[in-house]
């Protein structure tokens, strides 16, 4: 049973076509199509992978968007965090290492 094909039309400049036909012929692929799709193939799911490597569903960006767009109030912990920050770093001259090592 044949697969259904569709078709994609593109124009590129001579000297690209030349450099694909070549890149094609010593790669041993039967057809400058057949190269172009396999390389579009791969880099299409590459590019699919690392979109969804981090935030998986949907589910998952829209949390990710809320919280950037109405982040939570500070808690303790962070407070605590920033004073300790603002203490070491405000406390210190910009090139007192020493201060800098007793502190951290």
């Not at 001579?14 to 193939?41: H, M, P, R």
């Not at 981090?54 to 962070?78: C, Q, R, T, Y």
């Not at 407070?79 to 007793?102: C, G, I, T, V």
Request: glycine share 0%; aromatic share 8%; hydrophobic share 40%.
């Amino acid at each position: 049973m044949a697969t259904s094909v569709d078709r994609i039309d593109i124009r590129i400049s001579k000297e690209n076509k030349d450099l694909i036909k070549y890149a094609a012929e010593i790669s041993g692929f039967k057809t400058v199509s057949e190269f172009i799709v396999s390389l579009a193939k791969k880099e299409a799911k590459r590019i699919i992978e690392e979109e969804t490597k981090l935030l998986k569903s949907m589910e998952d960006k829209i949390h990710f968007v809320e919280a950037l767009l109405n982040p939570p109030a500070p808690n303790k912990a962070l407070k605590s965090a920033l004073e300790q920050y603002n203490d070491l770093f405000n406390s210190a001259a910009p090139n007192d290492f020493d201060s800098f090592r007793k502190k951290a």
